[in-house]
């Protein structure tokens, strides 16, 4: 199974509202990101949180990282129809000395309602 | 400054034919993946590697190999396609572990 789980698959709200979505994963990390993918495109990296960081922001977006939990959290504020897309968070995980790879989620499909 | 290019965009073969996924980028990243997206399965690592000469096998290495004889470039070669291979293949970058990753657009194939 994949290493990072998603919750929800899929979530719909009204322009204006905050869309919360999460992450869990099962092994330990150097550190955890989230991507943004518009319907039939690549991935746009979004925000990175260390291991040892516990909260980040930037712009409208929070992502917050529980360790002892094995879990994070995307925050975006104020959504905006442009906001459409599906989320993915992964993890950065290191696999021998110098080396790492980054494993992805299932994602969050997120629709914004006019 | 092109980022990571991947080429073909799409691609239709038939079922025992190999080819050449390209992926090159120009920002003299270190890393580098490939990953395959099918409906509702997320991103699934095929192969990583960390610098020149240095790949390893992710998630679903099967039926797939790679090299990375030079920085810029990281081939991902289907050895005898299968209809299984049908997916959309990203290639991905990054400098070291503090920076995120820079994704090529993709290339969708198809087996037949």
């Known amino acids: 199974s994949q290493q990072g789980e998603e919750d929800p698959q899929a979530l719909s709200i009204q322009e204006g509202e905050n869309a919360t979505m999460n992450c869990s994963y099962k092994t330990s990390i150097n550190n955890l990101q989230w991507y943004r993918q518009n319907s039939g495109r690549g991935l746009v990296h979004l925000i990175l949180i260390r291991s040892n960081e516990r909260e980040k922001h930037s712009g409208r977006l929070r992502v917050t990282l529980d360790t002892s939990k094995k879990s994070s959290s995307l925050l975006i504020t104020a959504s905006r129809a442009a906001d459409t897309a599906s989320y993915f968070c992964?993890?950065?995980?290191?696999?021998?000395?110098?080396?790492?790879?980054?494993?992805f989620g299932q994602g969050t499909r997120l629709t914004i309602n006019p | 400054n092109a980022g990571v290019t991947q080429t073909p965009k799409f691609q239709v073969l038939k079922t025992g034919q190999s080819m050449t996924l390209q992926c090159a980028q120009d920002m003299n990243h270190e890393y580098m993946s490939w990953y395959r997206q099918d409906p509702g399965m997320g991103l699934r690592l095929i192969h990583y590697?960390?610098?020149?000469?240095?790949?390893d096998q992710g998630e679903v290495p099967n039926g797939y190999n790679v090299s990375r004889s030079t920085t810029e470039d990281f081939p991902l070669r289907l050895l005898s396609a299968a209809p299984s291979q049908t997916s959309v293949y990203f290639c991905?970058?990054?400098?070291?572990?503090?920076?995120?990753?820079?994704f090529g657009s993709g290339t969708r194939l198809t087996v037949v």
């Open positions: 991905a970058s990054s400098y070291r572990d503090r920076y995120g990753y820079t």
């Open positions: 992964a993890t950065d995980i290191p696999v021998w000395r110098g080396a790492q790879k980054l494993v």
């Open positions: 590697s960390v610098g020149a000469g240095i790949t």
